[in-house]
């Protein structure tokens, strides 16, 4: 199958993602290139998204043009955010739906990578039974420290385009008052929807970083050895203005939650909480 589904928690690394597969050969990943419907029929949006991978696919081939969210960058843009300042001041992002010219080459057999988070969450396990799905996750405090900073609608613990199509994500959300407790809440329901994918089909975030070649591989098939000017920091210097002992101590009773893909969840958070 070469028309493949990513999805990811947001803020955890899927633009960066689709940026490290572009840069290899025979491969085509498109950020957020869908204006997701909202109307919440699930077959219907089955339908949308097969049609929607076979225009994509016929139009790359025969005019060598695609649609994507990017920057200036383009396919090779790996965050639409700004960097993160101590005034606490929300981020914002420079992403738009642009129509971009291809400067590779493509087979007609050329893997297709589309990457919708929320969209291809809520409809995870229907789309697993027609296509592979690969979702992209982060250590959960490093995501909770991000979404404190961006102006997007997690910030205040909602999801708009998922809550479309889960009932049980949108009514667990608007049983909860607090802005933190709904971010927490979309956290364990997307470990919870990501713990369903088969082992091989969740990348993590640091593994990407650590180990670029053999990560892209699982999504790839065959990577040829990646050269990417990857940036880790820690959580203190990237977060300056997030109280991070206070979300660690948030997260530290639901260390069940996150250990199957993070074992030993808990005592990483301790250093936060000294």
Known sequence: MNDILLTGLPRSGTTLLCACINRLAD???LAEPISPPTHGNVEGALEFISAFLGATRER???????TTKSTVLGLNTENWFEAPTPSGRL????????????????TPN?????????????????????????AMVRHPLAVLASWQTVDMPVNSGRWPVAEAFSQHLRSGLEALAEPLDRQVF???????????????????????VTSPTATL???????????????????????PSVNLPALAQVLLPLASEFEGLYPCFADGLKIYLD
Do not use: M
């Not at 790359?60 to 695609?66: E, F, I, N, P, T």
């Open 60 to 66: 790359a081939l025969r005019d060598r043009r695609v």
């Open 186 to 208: 979309i956290l364990k329901w997307c470990f919870e929807v990501y713990q369903r994918l088969p082992q091989e089909r969740v990348i993590r975030y640091e593994d990407l």
């Open 217 to 239: 591989r699982k999504i790839a098939g065959s990577a040829s050895a990646i050269n990417y000017p990857f940036h880790f920091e820690h959580l203190k210097s990237r977060y």
């Open 110 to 134: 050329f893997k297709l990578i589309v990457k919708q988070p929320g969209f291809f969450t809520a409809l995870a396990e229907r789309l697993t039974d027609y296509y592979p799905v690969y």
């Open 27 to 29: 491969c085509l990943a």
């Open 91 to 106: 981020r914002v992002s420079s992403e738009r739906i642009n129509e971009l010219s291809l400067d590779k080459t493509l």
